[in-house]
T-cell receptor, first 112, second 112 residues
Framework: DQQVKQNSPSLSVQEGRISILNCDYT??????FLWYKKYPAEGPTFLIS?????DKNEDGRFTVFLNKSAKHLSLHIVPSQPGDSAVYFC???????????FGKGTLLTVNP | NAGVTQTPKFRILKIGQSMTLQCAQD?????MYWYRQDPGMGLKLIYY???????DKGEVPNGYNVSRSTTEDFPLRLELAAPSQTSVYFC???????????FGSGTRLTVV
């Protein structure tokens, strides 16, 4: 049973445009959400997070939106740059303070 | 500050051989994890540990063993390697899942 779902395996956007990556979850116990970025041949690195008490968190070009009623979050990258090309994982925490549940990832390609 | 260090970075094993993937962290994190990532797939949890002397199975533990004798080290043992264990292995550590995990750079293992 996949509790965190990223339904788009891949996304392609033009440089300078907005990239929107989506993530859905099913477990109501999740109260903290994180996005990770992964380049080939490297480990995932933390990008941005959001607590369930907020509906938006912004860090430079990256903004995460949370819609608790829809159990949906999204990562917006504006403007997109070729260096943003990577796999993005959505992850959720809740019920325990030691375990994250990851989605399968979305491969973002930003074309020059 | 080294973070999470994994060795080796690459390894080729023959079917039936054994090996240990090393993982060490210097952040005094209690929680440590082993994941595998197959081509085009997400991260699957193999084993995790909530502290020295305590380990537990994740989603895909068969064919692997772990130990946690110190806070810093969390080695993953492969006994009787099989082609199905060809994958990229990531070790991670965490202070609290809400703050995210710190991942190592990965070990690419091929079993032939």
């Amino acid at each position: 049973d996949q509790q965190v779902k990223q339904n788009s395996p891949s996304l392609s956007v033009q440089e300078g445009r907005i990239s929107i990556l989506n993530c859905d979850y099913t477990n109501s116990m999740f109260d903290y959400f994180l996005w990770y970025k992964k380049y080939p041949a490297e480990g995932p690195t933390f990008l941005i997070s959001i607590s369930s008490i907020k509906d938006k968190n912004e860090d430079g070009r990256f903004t995460v939106f949370l819609n608790k009623s829809a159990k949906h979050l999204s990562l917006h990258i504006v403007p997109s740059q070729p260096g943003d090309s990577a796999v993005y994982f959505c992850a959720a925490s809740g019920g325990s303070n030691y375990k994250l549940t990851f989605g399968k990832g979305t491969l973002l390609t930003v074309n020059p | 500050n080294a973070g999470v260090t994994q060795t080796p970075k690459f390894r080729i094993l023959k079917i039936g051989q054994s090996m240990t993937l090393q993982c060490a962290q210097d952040m005094n994190h209690n929680y440590m994890y082993w994941y595998r990532q197959d081509p085009g797939m997400g991260l699957k949890l193999i084993y995790y540990s909530v502290g020295a002397g305590i380990t537990d199975k994740g989603e895909v533990p068969n064919g692997y063993n772990v130990s946690r004798s110190t806070t810093e080290d969390f080695p993953l043992r492969l006994e009787l390697a099989a082609p199905s264990q060809t994958s990229v292995y990531f070790c991670a550590s965490s202070l609290d899942s809400r703050y995210g995990y710190t991942f190592g750079s990965g070990t690419r293992l091929t079993v032939v």
